[in-house]
């Protein structure tokens, strides 16, 4: 994807596309479940106005230091793909005969995709990457990795505003925590229903990512989490 778009559009449709579906969705998933374990840590019954502040400085402390981490293990994760492409890249290079490339590159594609491959297929693919530049093989940082990893920081930690909204707003713990997993709940089933939308199913995916949600904010608040 070109990182030039023209239009107004152009930032969303880049930052959109630096993330799949898929990772978008992980990392709501993610913050709403990170935030959600605090939020509904408070003893409703006994919490004050120092125990919600404390509360909302812990959620959104732990949010952006999970946010941090995450973005940095995506980079790293990037990063590592990167140079597990530049070493394939190499070893095709490197091989012995013509066949023993074929079968690296083989190596380096999905298992589902290798059987509706032919010869010609593999060999056009090892003349390509054989003719490619050093330095577009070489391993390095690029503007999307950047990117992607700030999206990451972006979607844990402002995940976490909607859901601790309620609690500054409102001065009754009880019905603070039931606005605030009302929203929560919506966002899960908001991300479930985006990630739907490309699989053909977004009510299911969106019931699902709520239910699922849901259960391991238990599991968290029930393992001290």
């Known amino acids: 994807m070109s990182e030039k778009v023209p239009g107004n559009g152009g930032s969303k449709r880049l930052f959109y596309g630096v993330l799949n579906p898929v990772e978008r969705s ?35 402390g732990c949010n952006l230091a999970w946010g941090i981490i995450d973005a940095v293990m995506y980079f790293m994760s990037s990063m590592a793909e990167r140079k597990l492409s530049e070493r394939t890249v190499h070893r095709v290079r490197t091989a012995d005969d013509v066949e023993a490339a074929r079968e690296i590159v083989a190596e380096a594609l999905p298992g589902i995709i290798v059987p509706a491959l032919s010869s010609e297929d593999l060999e056009r693919i090892r003349r390509h990457l054989a003719s490619l530049p050093d330095d577009e093989v070489r391993a390095r940082p690029t503007t999307r990795d950047v990117i992607s990893a700030l999206g990451v920081f972006l979607l844990v930690f402002l995940c976490t ?38 699989s053909g199913h977004p009510v299911r995916l969106a019931l699902a990512m709520v239910a699922i949600g849901l259960i391991l904010v238990a599991l968290a608040s029930a393992l001290g989490g």
């Open 26 to 60: 992980n990392e709501v998933l993610f913050g709403l479940i990170m935030v959600m374990t605090f939020t509904n840590s408070l003893s409703t019954t006994e919490a004050g106005r120092a125990d919600v502040r404390s509360m909302l400085i812990g959620a959104v």
């Open 161 to 198: 505003f909607p859901v601790v909204f309620p609690f500054i707003v409102m001065t009754n713990a009880l019905a603070a925590v039931k606005v605030s997993n009302a929203i929560a709940t919506a966002l899960l089933f908001l991300a479930g229903y985006t990630l739907g939308r490309h």
